[in-house]
Each structure stands twice: as structure tokens, then as C-alpha cells.
Nanobody, 120 residues
Framework: QVQLVESGGGLVQAGGSLRLSCAAS????????MAWYRQAPGKQRELVAD???????NYVDSVRGRFTISSDHAKNTVYLQMNSLKREDTAVYYC??????????????WGQGTHVTVSS
């Protein structure tokens, strides 16, 4: 049973920083792309950033230059450094990995989410 566990969320003032972490357990292989999604109240879940095994990184425009994703694919861990936080960054942040591996076929793993609240 693969589990992704996020940590590092919390309450922070606008302009502050948080670092999210996600660690996976139970996997017998290294993940391909690892990502962070978020879902704000009343909105759809959106991709915030992802990183490939080859360290290619993508960011949604609203966080580019403020957030940095990093990973250790050998350990199936991913991080999200969030700087210059804004109120609109308030959301539940989810760790995710999707891909294909001969041991399991297509996979799509999600964490339980960690709350980030940015106050003014």
C-alpha cells in the first residue's frame, strides 16, 4: 500500500514562507513525475508545480518566481518552498505522483493534503 504523507502546512502572514514536504512509503519503485496540487475553498484543484525524474520543473504562472519545487526521486520525496506568500495561496495542498511502471501499471497516488492559510 503506497502512502504519500504531506507536512509543513500551517498559518502564515502574507509575505511569509512555508516549506511543504511529502514522503512516500510502501513503493517498490522510484516515482516518475512528482507534483504539488492545491484546492482553495470553492475552487477546482489545480496543479501548482511538478518535477520530473530528469529534474524538469513546471510551475503555474501564479506561483512562478515565488515557489520552488525540489525532489529526491530515489527516496520518493518532494518539497515545495513557498516564499512571498499571498492570501490567494490559501488552500489545501496535495502531493501527487502519476506515471507508469511495469510493477503496477498506471498509477496515480495522492496524499491526504495539508492546509496552508495565509493571513493579511
Amino acid at each position: 500500500q503506497v502512502q504519500l504523507v504531506e507536512s509543513g502546512g500551517g498559518l502564515v502572514q502574507a509575505g511569509g514562507s512555508l516549506r511543504l514536504s511529502c514522503a512516500a512509503s510502501g513503493s517498490r519503485f522510484s516515482f516518475d513525475t512528482m507534483a504539488w496540487y492545491r484546492q482553495a475553498p470553492g475552487k477546482q484543484r489545480e496543479l501548482v508545480a511538478d518535477v520530473s525524474r530528469g529534474d524538469i520543473k513546471n510551475y503555474v504562472d501564479s506561483v512562478r518566481g515565488r515557489f520552488t519545487i525540489s525532489s529526491d526521486h530515489a527516496k520518493n520525496t518532494v518539497y515545495l518552498q513557498m516564499n512571498s506568500l499571498k492570501r490567494e495561496d490559501t488552500a489545501v495542498y496535495y502531493c501527487n505522483s502519476q506515471g507508469w511502471h511495469p510493477l503496477v501499471g498506471d498509477y496515480d497516488y495522492w496524499g491526504q493534503g495539508t492546509h496552508v492559510t495565509v493571513s493579511s
